[in-house]
């Protein structure tokens, strides 16, 4: 590796600037340019025994047929399971004048219920939110947007499918690159292989240098980009004045490699964005198709120090002809990273449609065994206006996930 004029310029100012050890946050990346996406399948498996089925139904039971005897017999029961296999993918490309983004999942079910005679039964479902946001020149926080929302709970029905446009308000910003430059300080001072801690400034001149990932990957391909990625962060930490001229070496280029690529860095945002849009519905299994509709939508990121991650996403939806037709769906996530491998998961899912509220909250562990493979440990409470018995579902599973991206 060898160091550029670009480098030589910028170090004339870079070293120039006081060091401000730990002073920048996350919050201060505001640079809108990114690209990036990551994808995951997940799958988990829940089984109970004929005895525990009985067990949770004659709980279900009044207090009064119980002591009358009236427990269900365990004839009535078998073994049950449920086995869940879900993917998710998301990829958003924002630069200053638009960004856009793809989110979308598919959720393959298999399962047996615990009434002596019931048989397996297998479902899929799936959905997709597409957004095209193109902001205003003369404003760069109001844009115009066109969205795509597809949903499909039932192969036995149609699917829901909603156009829509509309405006908005604010942006949420992408910072794991100034996430992932202040993990790759903090292991390359544990090493000794920096001079010194470098100010806000550097460190968000090296997230630049990290975020331009996707650039080099395109340019390049999966094989050889890493070369010339690693060559711009080794020259922006040179021209800084953090390590000598000779480069990283050896030891140095090992822990670029751990950090930014073998190590798993969840995706860190900030910002506000709010969207209002009138939308059009093409396909319903209710029998709405060509209802129009307001829509209603907010995602919220926050993230405390360099660990905690909070984001909130809220979504309101009601047709404009049938006003006693509402869908309201609020997901709250906030996690925590207790350590480099292991990371403190809290969810919080509520929905309202028509008036039927559910509401799930669930806590758990996520434990990285390598960049791609994770183990999920989680307990959940659940309870809906649906159900047949009053009172909290609870819930412990475990999962395993795989990282595509």
Same mark, same amino acid.
């Given at each position: 590796m ?8 910028? =170090? ?5 600037l ?14 809108p ?7 995951f399948?997940t799958?988990?498996?829940v ?12 709980q ?8 009358s005897g ?5 004839s009535?029961?078998?073994?049950s399971?449920?086995l869940?296999?879900?993917?998710n ?7 200053l ?6 989110e979308?999942?598919?959720?393959g079910? !298999?399962s047996? #219920?615990n009434?002596?005679g ?11 939110i =597409?957004?095209y946001?193109? +902001?205003?020149e ?11 929302e597809?949903?499909?709970d039932s192969p036995?029905?149609?699917p829901f @499918?909603?156009?829509?446009?509309g ?6 910003i992408?910072?794991?690159?100034l996430?992932?430059?202040?993990r790759? !300080?903090?292991?390359?001072s544990r +090493?000794?292989?920096?001079?010194f801690?470098?100010?806000?400034v550097?460190l ?11 650039? +080099?990957?395109?340019?390049?391909g999966?094989?050889? +980009? ?6 711009e ?13 000779? #480069?990283l ?5 090992i822990?670029?490699d751990?950090?930014l ?16 849009g009138?939308?059009y519905?093409?396909?319903?299994p209710v029998?709405? @198709? #060509?209802?129009?509709? /307001? ?6 990121a ?8 909070? /984001?909130?996403?809220a979504?309101?939806?009601r047709s ?8 309201f769906?609020?997901?709250l996530?906030y ?13 919080w899912?509520h929905?309202? /449609?028509d008036?039927?509220?559910d509401?799930t909250? @669930?806590?758990g562990?996520?434990?990285?065994i ?5 183990i999920?440990i989680a307990?959940?409470?659940s ?5 047949a018995v009053a ?7 475990t999962?395993?996930?795989y990282?595509?991206?």
């Amino acid at each position: 590796m060898r160091l550029s004029c670009r480098a030589v310029v910028s =170090a004339l100012w870079l070293v120039a600037l006081p060091t401000q050890l730990l002073a920048i946050s996350l919050d201060d990346y505001v640079d809108p340019n990114s690209q990036w996406e990551e994808a995951f399948v997940t799958g988990q498996f829940v089984a109970n025994n004929t005895a525990y089925n009985a067990e949770i139904a004659n709980q279900a039971q009044s207090q009064a047929a119980i002591d009358s005897g009236g427990t269900l017999p365990l004839s009535d029961f078998q073994n049950s399971f449920d086995l869940t296999i879900n993917a998710n993918y998301r990829r958003v490309l924002s630069t200053l004048p638009l960004v856009w983004s793809v989110e979308a999942s598919a959720t393959g079910t !298999v399962s047996r #219920g615990n009434q002596r005679g019931d048989s397996s039964t297998d479902n899929i479902a799936s959905q997709a939110i =597409a957004n095209y946001d193109n +902001y205003l020149e003369r404003n760069p926080n109001q844009f115009w947007f066109t969205g795509l929302e597809y949903r499909d709970d039932s192969p036995g029905s149609d699917p829901f @499918a909603n156009v829509q446009a509309g405006v908005g308000y604010g942006r949420v910003i992408n910072a794991t690159s100034l996430a992932k430059a202040l993990r790759l !300080v903090e292991e390359l001072s544990r +090493y000794n292989l920096i001079t010194f801690y470098p100010s806000d400034v550097v460190l968000l001149h090296l997230a630049q240098s990290i975020n331009r990932e996707e650039e +080099y990957r395109a340019r390049l391909g999966d094989d050889g +980009y890493r070369e010339a990625w690693f060559d711009e962060i080794e020259e922006t930490l040179i021209g800084a004045g953090l390590i000598g001229g000779k #480069g990283l070496g050896a030891l140095g280029v090992i822990k670029v490699d751990e950090v930014l690529v073998r190590e798993n860095i969840n995706t860190r945002e900030h910002g506000f964005v709010a969207r209002v849009g009138i939308g059009y519905v093409v396909s319903d299994p209710v029998g709405n @198709a #060509g209802d129009q509709a /307001i829509n209603l939508t907010m995602r919220y990121a926050k993230p405390f120090g360099n660990r905690g991650q909070l /984001i909130e996403d809220a979504r309101f939806s009601r047709s404009l002809e049938q006003h006693d037709s509402g869908v309201f769906r609020n997901q709250l996530t906030y996690t925590f990273e207790l350590s480099d491998t292991v990371d403190w998961v809290n969810n919080w899912q509520h929905t309202a /449609i028509d008036g039927v509220r559910d509401d799930t909250l @669930a806590s758990g562990f996520v434990y990285d065994i390598s960049n791609t493979f994770e183990i999920n440990i989680a307990l959940s409470v659940s309870r809906s206006d649906a159900d047949a018995v009053a009172g909290l579902k609870g819930r412990l599973s475990t999962a395993l996930r795989y990282r595509l991206r």
